[in-house]
């Protein structure tokens, strides 16, 4: 992708280089706790025309509603190839596409709902990203975000962002970001944030 900053093109050649293990590295969470919130989070879709943002390895696949028509985005090629073969096993149809998140290539208020799972912990400028998902969705429209989140505990967050560069280094997503303000702060009103586990793991409901 021609156009983008260092910080851009540093975290997505980081996802190529982790695509290949991606599966693996989060398999045991996954199965014990990831897949129960995926499906809460899908379970809370409005609407049919519906956007997912960093879509990865196409974990989501499985908990896309029926007579839903998807859009899925990713800026690391070798995420989006992995996508590509899980929606070929799977026979489902979906519209994939290499793109930034902070820089959508969509008009204005055309889906109804856009979705991100453990997405806006990596995303260099989160605020830029959240912003475009404003404007990609229609006014009013509703935006569901998964996400990990800096804990409230002193100690713990003392942690946490000790070891976020070396945690971004080698698995590629920041521990220390403060989504549930990032997203207020984006202009998206926010509805609703529930508490997953532990006061880190969050889902949280917005409208554009
Ligand atoms: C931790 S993975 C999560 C993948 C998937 N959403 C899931 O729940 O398994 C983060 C994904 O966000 C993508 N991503 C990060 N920053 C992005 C950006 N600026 N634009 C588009 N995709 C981005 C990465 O390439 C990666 O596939």
């Known amino acids: 992708?021609?156009?983008?900053?260092?910080?851009?093109?540093?975290?997505?050649?980081?996802?190529?280089?982790?695509?290949?293990?991606?599966?693996?590295?989060?398999?045991?969470?996954?199965?014990?706790?990831?897949?129960?919130?995926?499906?809460?989070?899908?379970?809370?879709?409005?609407?049919?025309?519906?956007?997912?943002?960093?879509?990865?390895?196409?974990?989501?696949?499985?908990?896309y509603p029926a007579h839903t028509k998807i859009t899925a985005i990713d800026f690391s090629e070798k995420m989006l190839s992995r996508a590509t073969e899980r929606a070929r096993k799977l026979g489902m149809e979906i519209a994939l596409q290499q793109m930034d998140v902070q820089n959508l290539g969509f008009e204005d208020g055309i889906f109804d709902t856009v979705v991100a799972t453990f997405v806006f912990c990596s995303v260099p400028d989160p605020i830029k990203g959240l912003k475009e998902i404003k404007r990609v969705c229609k006014p009013g429209g509703k935006v569901l975000l998964l996400e990990h989140v800096l804990s409230a505990n002193p100690v713990l967050s003392f942690l946490m962002n000790l070891v976020n560069p070396l945690v971004v280094r080698t698995m590629g997503p920041n521990i220390n970001r403060k989504t549930v303000e990032n997203v207020a702060n984006s202009g998206l009103k926010v509805e609703k944030v529930t508490d997953l586990a532990v006061g880190i793991f969050k889902l949280m409901e917005a409208r554009a």
């Open 1 to 63: 992708m021609k156009t983008e900053s260092k910080n851009t093109e540093a975290a997505r050649k980081r996802y190529n280089r982790i695509a290949p293990f991606y599966d693996f590295m989060e398999g045991l969470v996954e199965r014990s706790r990831y897949s129960g919130w995926r499906e809460l989070l899908w379970s809370k879709v409005e609407g049919n025309k519906i956007l997912e943002v960093g879509v990865g390895t196409g974990k989501n696949f499985l908990y």
